[in-house]
């Protein structure tokens, strides 16, 4: 089974709208981390944002948030008053197991492309 | 501050050759990683390392040697290239929680474009 889905191959979005781009997970593990990169055609990952399994507030980041649904077990990224530069691939990643017992292996989604339209 | 320094940007190689290719960090970070990325596959890790003179596998392993003999450097070695191999690849390192640190974010190298033929 896939630890990351990421159902929207691509999305076509006018600027200055919101965007959510969708991320669902699959772990059994109570402690866990997610996160946002983005990737634009120059190919560098970018960071984005990150949210802990305990946190207990969806993660926010300039224009960037993350609708952390738990029992879900989705943690979409909600980009607000999008611009032409957020034209990206954008990954999803999991990291599994608590962050004090060496579990920094990334697991990533297939990836959303996500176009800005003027 | 350099960050993560992956060379060289593109190469290509022809079947059966071999070559290292090298990434290094000057953040002092302790865990290092490749991945590799292909086409509607995402990101995939190759191998990892935890610290100098620690390494082990990823989910895709197979035809790559690395080794860490200091904290900056992790070359990720093709011993002999396939087609297969085409693909782009990624350095990544962050802080360990192994040793006391919190990792909320990987710095990714540039990566290397890499054409098996």
């Known amino acids: 089974a896939q630890k990351i889905t990421q159902t929207q191959p691509g999305m076509f979005v006018q600027e200055k709208e919101a965007v959510t781009l969708d991320c669902t997970y699959d772990t059994s593990d109570p402690s866990y981390g997610l996160f946002w990169y983005k990737q634009p055609s120059s190919g560098e990952m970018i960071f984005l944002i990150y949210q802990g399994s305990y946190d207990q507030q969806n993660a926010t980041e300039g224009r960037y948030s993350l609708n952390f649904q738990k029992a879900r077990k989705s943690a979409n990224l909600v980009i607000s008053a999008s611009q032409l530069g957020d034209s990206a691939m954008y990954f999803c990643?999991?990291?599994?197991?608590?962050?004090?017992?060496?579990?920094?292996?990334?697991?990533f989604g297939t990836g959303t492309r996500l176009t800005i339209i003027p | 501050n350099a960050g993560v320094t992956q060379t060289p940007k593109f190469q290509v190689l022809k079947t059966g050759q071999s070559m290292t290719l090298q990434c290094a960090q000057d953040m002092n970070h302790e865990y290092m990683s490749w991945y590799r990325q292909d086409p509607g596959m995402g990101l995939r890790l190759i191998h990892y390392?935890?610290?100098?003179?620690?390494?082990d596998q990823g989910e895709v392993p197979n035809g790559y040697n690395v080794s860490r003999s200091t904290t900056e450097d992790f070359p990720l070695r093709l011993l002999s290239a396939a087609p297969s191999q085409t693909s782009v690849y990624f350095c990544a390192s962050s802080y360990s929680s192994l040793k006391g640190g919190i990792n909320y974010g990987y710095t990714f190298g540039s990566g290397t474009r890499l054409t098996v033929v």
């Open positions: 390392s935890v610290g100098a003179g620690i390494t």
């Open positions: 990643a999991m990291r599994e197991g608590p962050i004090n017992f060496g579990n920094e292996k990334l697991t």
